[in-house]
T-cell receptor
Framework: NAGVMQNPRHLVRRRGQEARLRCSPM?????VYWYRQLPEEGLKFMVY????????ESGMPKERFSAEFPKEGPSILRIQQVVRGDSAAYFC??????????????FGPGTRLTVL | AQKITQTQPGMFVQEKEAVTLDCTYD???????LFWYKQPSSGEMIFLIY??????QNATEGRYSLNFQKARKSANLVISASQLGDSAMYFC??????????FGTGTRLKVLA
């Protein structure tokens, strides 16, 4: 049973370039969440998606960041015109249903983005 | 406001001893879940244990147990018989009614041989 998969594990970009992070949820899970972890901090919620729908993007910066979860294929977190402050670990999690207070979210290994 | 507080930035424990990692939370929602995750140096987030607000008994998973004191709003993680492989960052998280997890700032645990 494959867990949540994220790629790449490490990504280096120069300022102004685009970063594209991919997440494949666990088999049977149709709900995906993205979190960001800045150095020496806890994870912060960014966005919640179901297939072809963004349910909640309240934690995502208004500019340069976008996310999608198409009918086929992985969820993508896209960061345009990256800046040094975007350097962080980006984690994807999945759950089988709208995660209420009894559902566990399972996390991927994260993508570590470094902006030079 | 909903908040998770982990007041111990770092902890040391001798191998084979027990250690308690502190976590307090703040929410006015009567229904919530509390989670602990381990983050080793490799960076992945590993789910350890879950406690629901209505659960009568403290959760246990192998060497991990959660000391849930509802009146004090605390959900401390107890690791028994520490092993060198337990050295990692540990995060407490809360989920209240929605899907969002709120994480604490973490505690870095170092197990000494």
């Amino acid at each position: 049973n494959a867990g949540v998969m994220q790629n790449p594990r490490h990504l280096v970009r120069r300022r102004g370039q685009e970063a594209r992070l991919r997440c494949s949820p666990m088999k049977g899970h149709s709900h995906v969440y993205w979190y960001r972890q800045l150095p020496e901090e806890g994870l912060k919620f960014m966005v919640y998606l179901q297939k072809e729908n963004i349910i909640d993007e309240s934690g995502m910066p208004k500019e340069r960041f976008s996310a999608e979860f198409p009918k086929e294929g992985p969820s993508i977190l896209r960061i345009q015109q990256v800046v040094r402050g975007d350097s962080a670990a980006y984690f994807c999690a999945s759950s089988p249903s709208p995660s209420g207070s009894t559902d566990t979210q399972y996390f991927g290994p994260g993508t570590r983005l470094t902006v030079l | 406001a909903q908040k998770i507080t982990q007041t111990q930035p770092g902890m040391f424990v001798q191998e084979k001893e027990a250690v308690t990692l502190d976590c307090t939370y703040d929410t006015s929602d009567p229904s919530y879940g509390l989670f602990w995750y381990k983050q080793p140096s490799s960076g992945e987030m590993i789910f350890l244990i879950y406690q629901g607000s209505y659960d009568q008994q403290n959760a246990t998973e192998g060497r991990y147990s959660l000391n849930f004191q509802k009146a004090r709003k605390s959900a401390n993680l107890v690791i028994s018989a520490s092993q060198l492989g337990d050295s990692a960052m540990y995060f407490c998280a809360m989920q209240t009614g929605t899907y969002k997890y709120i994480f604490g700032t973490g505690t870095r645990l170092k197990v000494l041989a």
